[in-house]
């Protein structure tokens, strides 16, 4: 079974129980938090995949990471399950699938907006609405900068790609005079 296969059945079960209790929005964000704490340790990570490293280290680290994000009860013994099992180095993917899930459930979609500079709150509000009046749904933008774009905008929404950026239409002009 692939790591995304289980951690795609994680992510599946703690959704199902949130969603129960009626902690969906709680959950999802002790759970990027949690995600964001490990993710800042490369180091951490690496251990979490070592065969040498034994139960009770990869105990302690979930419960560090309970204690560190005062999470509450479901996610603190998601996290104990993943040390047990050994899955803890699972829990990006594992946010990652939950994330989705609790986008679909509100009907929400993600954007990637990469910009050569930051965008302002101003026209990532704009981009925002745009966006939302195309696919009619809620967009959540995560805007990320990469200079290499040189200017303009490179937006996916799911597996749609509009790219304006300079690099792009630079690239277009190239092919143009080639012909």
Do not use: W
Not at 9 to 36: I, M, N, P, V, W
Not at 42 to 59: C, I
Not at 101 to 121: I, K, N, Q
Not at 146 to 154: E, H, M, N, S
């Amino acid at each position: 079974m692939s790591p995304s296969n289980i951690a795609r059945r994680y992510a599946k079960a703690l959704f199902e129980l949130a969603s129960e209790e009626g902690k969906l929005d709680e959950t999802g964000a002790q759970l990027e938090a949690a995600c964001a704490a490990l993710q800042s340790d490369a180091a951490l990570l690496v251990a979490l995949k070592s065969p040498s490293t034994t139960h009770e280290d990869r105990l302690a680290v979930a419960e560090a990471l309970a204690r560190e994000l005062k999470a509450g009860t479901m996610l603190a013994n998601a996290l104990r399950l993943l040390a047990d099992r050994k899955r803890l180095a699972d829990l990006p993917a594992m946010t990652g699938v939950f994330r989705t899930l609790a986008d679909e459930r509100a009907g929400r979609v993600r954007a990637r907006v990469t910009s050569a500079v930051p965008l302002s709150d101003e026209a990532a509000a704009k981009l925002g609405a745009a966006l939302s009046k195309a696919t009619r749904r809620n967009v959540v933008l995560e805007r990320f900068v990469d200079k290499a774009i040189l200017g303009g905008v490179v937006t996916q929404v799911g597996s749609q790609v509009f790219d304006g950026s300079i690099l792009n239409q630079l690239a277009q002009l190239k092919r143009q005079l080639k012909a």
